[in-house]
Structure formats: C-alpha cells, structure tokens
C-alpha cells in the first residue's frame, strides 16, 4: 500500500476528477468529510470548540456552524490557531484510521483527497505519489463563476487567497489537465491509474508490515518458550 495526495484548486476539478477514481474502485480518503465529522455534535472536538467560542457557533440542531466560525477564525489569527490545534488532531487520527481500514483490505494505493496539500505540507512527507488537477486560469474562472454563482470580482478574491494553480502544479508528480472535456480528463484518470496500480511501491509497505507481523510472532513464541519451558 502507498499514499497518492490529489489535490487543486478551488474549481480546477478536484472533486470531479476524485468520483473518477472512485468509479475506478480506489479508495479515497477525503480531508473535507472528514473535517466535517471530527465536529460532529458529541464529538470532543464538538464539545471543545462550544468551550472555547460559545454556544452561539452552533446551529439550532446542535452542529457547528462553519460559516460563522469560519468568519470568527478567518479574522483573529489567535483563535484560527486554537481551531487548528482543536480539529487537526482528530482529522489526522481519522485520516490514519481510514488508511488502515483501506490497507487491511489489501489496496494497492490509497488516495488523500486534500484541498490545501501543498499549503499546509503536513501530509506531502508521507506520500508516494502528488497528483495536481490543473485547469488554464480563465476555464477556473468561469467554471467557479458558474458553479458557485459568484461575480468575477468575488472569484478574483477567492483564488488571490490560495496558492496559485501555476505553483501547485509546479509541484505535483503527476499533473491531470482538467481544461478541456470531461471525457479528456476521464482518459487520463485512466491512464493515472494504471500506472499507480502497476507501482511496485505498495511492496515496501506489504513486506515491513509482513516483517514486523513476523517479529512480533517470533517475540511471542519466545516469550511463550521462556514462560512454559
Ligand atoms: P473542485 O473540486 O476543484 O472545486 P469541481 O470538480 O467541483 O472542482 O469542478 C468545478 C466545476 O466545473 C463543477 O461545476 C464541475 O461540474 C465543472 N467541471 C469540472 N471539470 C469539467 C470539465 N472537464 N468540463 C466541464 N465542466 C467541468
């Protein structure tokens, strides 16, 4: 098994290209779902974060509401670092419980499906492989006007706040190009895949896990000698 990160920019196609790849039967590990529910209400991040900003962050059916909290922390850098260390915890030990699950039944490679992968970096040490969902900057432009109903002016500030598209791809081990038709991007999906299911780098993974098993055996059986004999 190995870890593939997909990432993009807001409207560059990620989200399409991800239920390609799901059709395909890879397993996908999505930071946005898992974002949402780490902070599910009778989560502890749920019950820490009503400590920390009020009860007048949630809905009237108890959830965060993620607008408000997102204005809150998008304007105080302090209580942005306190959500962070409140959620980024939990999202990483969700992220590490639905790697295992997928690796326990037998995937070669594993996709995250993260928004800010290169922003954050957290994640890119423990990945094999970076695919960036590219699209040209005017296509991003109308296709997020269009999806999202907003102006040109509200879009203009929305990519102004991410890393640009050019750099992300810049970065990438693979790079998809999302600015034609969806068929041309289903046809590299194809391709993407392939050569990640024809990898040999899920061996390493499979032979230490088989390795430290086979420890673990040998200590016990050891151990079992030294009580019984
Ligand atoms: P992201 O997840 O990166 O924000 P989406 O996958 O939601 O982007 O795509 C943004 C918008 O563009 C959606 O409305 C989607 O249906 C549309 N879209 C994506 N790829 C294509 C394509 N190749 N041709 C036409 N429209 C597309």
């Known amino acids: 098994m190995y870890l593939v990160g997909l990432t993009g920019g807001i409207a560059s196609g990620k989200s399409t290209v991800s239920s390609m790849l799901r ?4 397993p ?8 949402r529910k780490v902070v599910e209400p009778r989560s502890l991040a749920h019950s820490r974060i009503v400590f920390h900003f009020g009860r007048e962050i949630l809905l009237e059916n108890g959830e ?4 408000k909290l997102g204005r809150i922390v998008f304007a105080d850098a302090d209580k942005r670092k306190l959500l962070n260390s409140i959620t980024h915890p939990e999202i990483h030990r969700e992220m590490f419980k639905q790697i295992i699950y997928y690796f326990l039944r037998g995937f070669r490679y594993i996709v995250l499906d993260v928004p800010l992968l290169f922003e954050t970096r957290k994640l890119t040490q423990f990945l094999n492989h970076t695919v960036v969902v590219y699209c040209d900057p005017a296509t991003q432009l109308s296709r997020l006007m269009l999806r999202d109903g907003l102006t040109q ?3 203009e500030q929305r990519l102004a ?3 640009p598209l050019n750099e992300k791809r810049g970065l990438a081990s693979h790079v998809i190009e999302n600015s034609g038709s969806r068929e041309d991007t289903h046809r590299q999906v194809l391709r993407l895949h392939t050569k990640l ?3 040999m780098d899920f061996l390493l993974v499979r032979v230490l896990a088989v390795a430290a098993t086979a420890g673990l055996g040998g200590v016990l059986l050891y151990a ?3 009580i019984f004999s």
Do not use: H, N, T, W
Request: glycine share 4%; hydrophobic share 45%.
């Open 161 to 163: 706040a991410q890393m």
């Open 224 to 226: 079992a000698k030294m």
């Open 153 to 155: 002016e509200e879009v």
């Open 28 to 35: 996908i590990v999505d930071a946005d779902v898992v974002a």
């Open 197 to 199: 299911e024809d990898s």
């Open 64 to 67: 965060i509401d993620r607008q």
């Open 23 to 26: 059709e395909l039967g890879c």
